[in-house]
C-alpha cells in the first residue's frame, strides 16, 4: 500500500468515526430531549447517553441549540414517510363514488395510522413546546408535515373533482377538513393524555366515519 493510499483510508476511517459519533450524539440528544424537554437537558447528560466526551459533542455542535436545531430539522423528513404511505392511497384509481369511498377510508385509516405513531406525536409535543423559542424550526416543521399532506390530499381531490366524483368549491378547506375528521379528535387526545392511542376496532371507524361525512358534503350523490 502506498503512503498516499494508506492516508485516504486513514482518512475514510476518521471520516467514519467522526459520523459515527455525531449520530450516537443526536439520538442521545434526541431522547432525552423528548423525555425532558429542551430547557431540562444538559451538554453533560447527552455526551453521558451518547458514551462520548463533553468535548466531543462540543465539537460536533457549538452549543445545545444548534444541536437542537439539526436534531429537529433532520427529523422532521419523517414526514416523508408518511407522505409516501398516504400517496400509494391516493394513487389507487377510482371509477365510482363507491371506489372513492373506499379510498377514503383506507386515506383517513392510513393517515390516523402514521400520526399515532408514538415517536410523531413525541415530536410534535416537543416541536410545540418549545416554538417560542425556536419559531423558524415550528414553521419549518408545519410546511414540511401537516401542510404537505393537506397538499397531497388537495391534489387528490382535484382529480376527483375532474373526474366529477366530488364536488367542492374550495378544495383547500375540503381537505382541511377531512384531515380533521381524519385525526382531529384522536390526535387531540393523544396529545393530551400521552400513551393513550385508540384501538383498532376505534380507528376503523373513526375512517369510515371520515369518508361517509365527507362523501356527504361533497360527494356528486350527496
Known amino acids: 500500500m502506498t503512503t498516499e493510499s494508506h492516508d485516504l483510508e486513514l ?9 459515527l459519533k455525531r449520530q450516537q450524539i443526536t439520538e442521545a440528544a434526541l431522547s432525552l430531549f423528548l423525555r425532558n424537554g429542551y430547557g431540562k437537558t444538559s451538554m453533560d447528560q447527552i455526551a453521558a447517553d451518547a458514551g462520548v466526551s463533553k468535548q466531543t459533542v462540543y465539537k460536533q455542535f457549538s452549543d445545545k441549540e444548534t444541536l437542537f436545531q439539526e436534531i429537529a430539522r433532520g427529523v422532521t423528513a ?17 371509477g365510482t363514488t363507491e371506489d372513492l369511498r373506499k379510498v377514503l377510508q383506507r386515506l383517513a385509516r392510513r393517515y390516523l ?3 399515532m405513531e408514538p415517536h410523531v406525536l413525541s415530536l410534535r409535543r416537543l416541536i410545540i ?17 401537516p401542510e404537505r399532506g393537506l397538499d397531497l ?10 373526474q366529477g366524483l366530488i364536488v367542492a368549491p374550495d378544495l383547500r378547506m375540503a381537505a382541511s377538513q377531512f384531515a380533521y375528521l381524519s385525526l382531529g379528535s ?11 392511542t385508540p384501538k383498532p376496532a376505534e380507528r376503523a371507524r373513526v375512517a369510515k366515519a371520515a369518508a361517509s361525512t365527507f362523501l356527504a358534503a361533497y360527494g356528486r350523490d350527496r
Open 186 to 196: 384522536s390526535q387531540d387526545h393523544a396529545m393530551f393524555h400521552p400513551g393513550q
Open 153 to 162: 390530499i388537495e391534489s387528490a381531490q382535484r382529480r376527483w373533482a375532474e
Open 78 to 94: 419523517n414526514s416523508d414517510h408518511i407522505l409516501g404511505e398516504l400517496a400509494t392511497v391516493v394513487d389507487t384509481p377510482v
Open 113 to 115: 395510522d402514521a400520526v
Open 129 to 145: 413546546a418549545e416554538a417560542d423559542q425556536f419559531p423558524d424550526l415550528a414553521h419549518r416543521y408545519h410546511q414540511l408535515g
Open 11 to 19: 482518512s475514510a476511517l476518521a471520516q467514519r468515526r467522526t459520523a
